[in-house]
């Protein structure tokens, strides 16, 4: 009779044990979800925040939410993402807006140069998730059976470059140069012809001569694709702009999900960009050094800046405007930018 009492007691506290683990490590209980996330590139600061999701997906669920990154354009090219998500071929994806402007036109907005960005992280990142939710740009991603998740919040871009460095602004004409949307179309208001290509290629096209000049999220980026190895000098104020390359949801994927894992992703972002926050300062605290060891740095003065922003500035966003006018109001997303970024939100 002891026997089995102590038996029976073993065994209650055995199940005990197991419900009071479950409730510790799991802490949002569902079925077992397995989601991939397409990426191109190796690991760097900006895919830090989709490490950051993955494990605490994992955490929180105890192992039931699995997502796994994918890196290197294993399941889609770097311009094919948005097209990956409308195959339901993954789950998740990152993209970037300048290298298929045709598939998310609105998104281009935050490619235009000279924004009121750059001045503080959360800032700049309150108004990109703000932009993702006006309904023009939630209706060209449902074009493609997706949803603007989260921002990467993209640092400022600088150049890096190879062969005679631009003392000042007129050295640009005649460079060949790696910019993208807005950010291309200022430095063409500066002479420079410029191409757009997606970030693996570059390496070889600076060593090869193809290109003279590549523009990145300074300073990660250009570590991240090693351009620094080929390069020979650095903008460290040129500040033309950004782009965005945000993370996108597929939205049937996302709605089978039960609603506890919808809301965990959501309650998961700003860990996730944290961890990016983190990488960007880490990434800068050792390439501007390096960067200043072994590249001839270039600055520019207020007043070239000035100038560059007045020919390239306002000018390039009539442009857009202008040229998109007649397909969406890119007028309104653009007011969304600047009166956003001039409200009253917390740095």
């Not at 998310?104 to 924004?115: H, S, V």
């Not at 700049?124 to 949803?147: C, M, S, T, W």
């Amino acid at each position: 009779m002891l026997k089995l009492k102590r038996l029976i007691i073993i065994s209650l506290m055995f199940l005990i044990s197991n419900v009071f683990t479950a409730i510790v490590f799991a802490k949002t209980d569902g079925p077992s979800v397995f989601w991939k996330f397409s990426l191109w590139g190796k690991r760097r600061a900006f895919t830090e925040g989709a490490e950051m999701l993955s494990k605490r997906l994992a955490e929180e669920t105890n192992g039931k939410f699995k997502l796994k990154i994918f890196y290197g354009g294993q399941l889609a090219k770097s311009r094919e993402n948005w097209d990956g998500i409308k195959a339901n071929s993954f789950e998740m994806a990152g993209i970037c807006n300048f290298y298929h402007p045709g598939k998310n036109p609105g998104l281009m907005a935050l490619t235009l140069p000279f924004l009121p960005l750059g001045q503080s992280f959360d800032r700049d990142a309150a108004v990109r998730e703000k932009l993702y939710q006006h309904p023009i740009l939630k209706a060209e991603a449902e074009k493609f059976n997706g949803i603007y998740y989260m921002t990467t919040n993209l640092p400022q871009y600088e150049f890096l470059g190879k062969g005679k460095p631009p003392m000042d602004l007129t050295g640009f004409k005649g460079m060949r140069v790696r910019a993208g949307g807005g950010v291309g179309k200022a430095m063409e208001k500066l002479g420079a012809t410029r191409q757009t290509v997606p970030a693996p290629e570059v390496y070889t096209l600076i060593s090869r001569g193809a290109v003279d000049a590549a523009s990145f999220p300074y300073t990660y980026a250009h570590v991240s694709y090693k351009v620094h190895e080929v390069a020979e000098w650095f903008t460290a104020n040129l500040s033309p702009g950004t782009s965005d390359c945000p993370y996108i949801l597929n939205k049937t994927a996302f709605n089978k999900l039960p609603k506890q894992y919808q809301d965990l992703l959501y309650k998961l972002k700003p860990e996730a960009l944290a961890a990016m926050k983190a990488a960007y300062k880490k990434a800068d605290d050792k390439n501007l050094p390096m960067f200043k060891a072994k590249l001839k740095e270039i600055r520019y003065s207020d007043s070239q800046l000035a100038d560059f922003k007045k020919i390239a500035g306002k000018p390039v966003w009539d442009e857009w405007i202008n040229a998109n006018k007649d397909k969406f109001d890119a007028q309104a997303l653009l007011d969304v930018i600047l009166n956003y970024s001039h409200s009253n939100i917390k740095n």
